[in-house]
């Protein structure tokens, strides 16, 4: 299953995403900083600008909506 989270980099939402990730989920989450960001095959970071209100788009991608 994809799930797509805030927080995943922090500590409650780092210990989440392991928990997710050993289950075999893809992970795709949103995060302010973009050197936080990551692209693995089961694991990819979005930026989410908070003062422009915008995320990135492409966190959906291959989804059905």
């Known amino acids: 299953m994809k799930i797509l989270i805030t927080g995943a980099t922090g ?3 780092s210990a989440l995403t392991k928990k997710l ?10 995060t302010t900083s973009e050197k936080k960001i990551e692209n693995h095959s089961n694991y990819k970071g979005f ?3 908070v003062a422009k209100q915008e995320i ?8 059905i909506l």
Do not use: S
């Open 11 to 13: 500590f409650v939402g």
């Open 21 to 30: 990730l050993e289950k075999g989920h893809q992970i795709h989450y949103l």
């Open 47 to 49: 930026l989410w600008n």
């Open 56 to 63: 990135d788009n492409n966190c959906f991608e291959g989804w």
